[in-house]
């Protein structure tokens, strides 16, 4: 256990004492036109893509357990009028 910690401690000071300078990414920085930020759009927009696909796929199983509910039980939803 104190073995992995000195690894661990020693994998963080790495960074800090190598001296080498730290660099904002391209989004940070300003340059939207880098491959890094159009790689970073086109990640955003497939989890955004993702993320519809499973709210619409949800949405669309309701709305077919609404419509098989009630083909199986006509009586229920359309109540007939009686004739005058």
Do not use: Q
């Amino acid at each position: 256990m104190k073995l992995l910690r000195k690894l661990l401690m020693a994998a963080m000071l790495v960074p800090v004492l190598s001296g080498s300078p730290l660099f904002a990414c391209a989004a940070c920085y300003g340059r939207t036109d880098s491959p890094l930020a159009e790689g970073m759009n086109w990640g955003i927009f497939t989890l955004l893509g993702v993320v519809l696909t499973v709210l619409t796929c949800v949405a669309v199983f309701f709305v077919h357990i609404v419509r098989k509910e009630e083909a199986s039980n006509p009586d229920a939803t359309h109540p007939e009028t009686p004739d005058v």
